[in-house]
């Protein structure tokens, strides 16, 4: 793409499990200071499609770039080193380990002195982590273990952020204090793409909207121009249509 902002870029992108095809022909791209939100029903493919981003997953078809170097092929970890950092669905922390030791984690290829003070940068970003530097991660609330979880991915320095439903299961105060850190990150300049079931609260910070339904891309457009019944729509169809309630998405959306 020609845009000079597009950090990630995913073109005519397929994967699955065994021979089960779950995405196919995704077109996704992340921008410095933007947010990509990805909405789409339960079982729509949106773990899939940032798995595979993240190399945990193979792609079968398509390609992903990043910085315009091809890491369609590349293993996860040099994907990683590239700047690429995925925080999975359901805050995947070390629970015996110190908050300080998953944050050492999370910057082990970086020098120690590095390491350290990107440490010291995550307390700044979430002083609740520095008040639970010495507390083993599984005696955090799950707000503070999901915090703990970006703040981990946020070590090695990434360029491209993407989160999977960061929100589920916490309380709306945390919820909003998450947005708060998401939009420092965009006002930071790092490109995010943001899995979201909470379509109102993701909006409010999404710069591009794509809505997946049975794992193909069905609205692609800036959220400026995204209407709601548009939206909702797109959540209907065979899947769970229960999963956002159309007065939430309504009445969430009328917010903006
Ligand atoms: N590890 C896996 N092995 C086999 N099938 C999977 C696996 N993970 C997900 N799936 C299937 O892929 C489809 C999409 O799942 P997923 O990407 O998790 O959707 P979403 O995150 O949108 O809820 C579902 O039908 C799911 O059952
Ligand atoms: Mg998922």
Do not use: C, W
Request: hydrophobic share 45%; charged share 20%; no cysteine.
């Amino acid at each position: 793409m020609n845009n000079p902002s597009t950090v990630l870029e995913v073109s005519g992108l397929a994967a699955g499990y065994g021979d089960i095809g779950v995405i196919s022909d995704i077109h996704l791209a992340a921008r410095q200071g933007a947010v990509t939100a990805v909405f789409g029903a339960n079982g729509a493919g949106k773990t899939t499609l940032l798995s595979t981003i993240a190399g945990l997953v193979s792609a079968r078809a398509g390609s992903i770039q990043l910085d315009g170097k091809d890491i369609t092929k590349a293993p996860a970890h040099a994907r990683s080193a590239a700047g690429l950092a995925l925080v999975q669905e359901g805050k995947r922390v070390l629970h015996k380990r110190t908050v300080d030791e998953n944050l050492q984690l999370g910057g082990y290829r970086l020098r120690r002195s590095d390491r350290r003070s990107a440490i010291n940068g995550a307390y700044e970003r979430f002083p609740i982590l520095m008040d639970k530097r010495d507390a083993k991660a599984g005696s955090l609330s799950g707000g503070q273990q999901q915090m703990l979880a970006i703040a981990q991915a946020l070590m090695s320095g990434p360029r491209v952020l993407l989160l999977d439903e960061p929100s589920a299961g916490l309380a709306p105060i945390i919820v909003a204090e998450l947005l708060r850190s998401i939009e420092r990150l965009k006002a930071e300049g790092m490109a995010i793409v943001l899995v979201e079931q909470l379509v109102g609260q993701a909006m409010s910070v999404a710069d591009h909207v794509i809505a997946l339904q049975q794992g193909g891309v069905v609205i692609d457009a800036p959220a400026s121009e995204v209407d709601n019944a548009q939206l909702h729509a797109a959540y209907l169809g065979k899947q769970d249509s229960s999963t956002i309630p159309a007065e939430r998405t309504r009445k969430d959306l009328s917010k903006r």
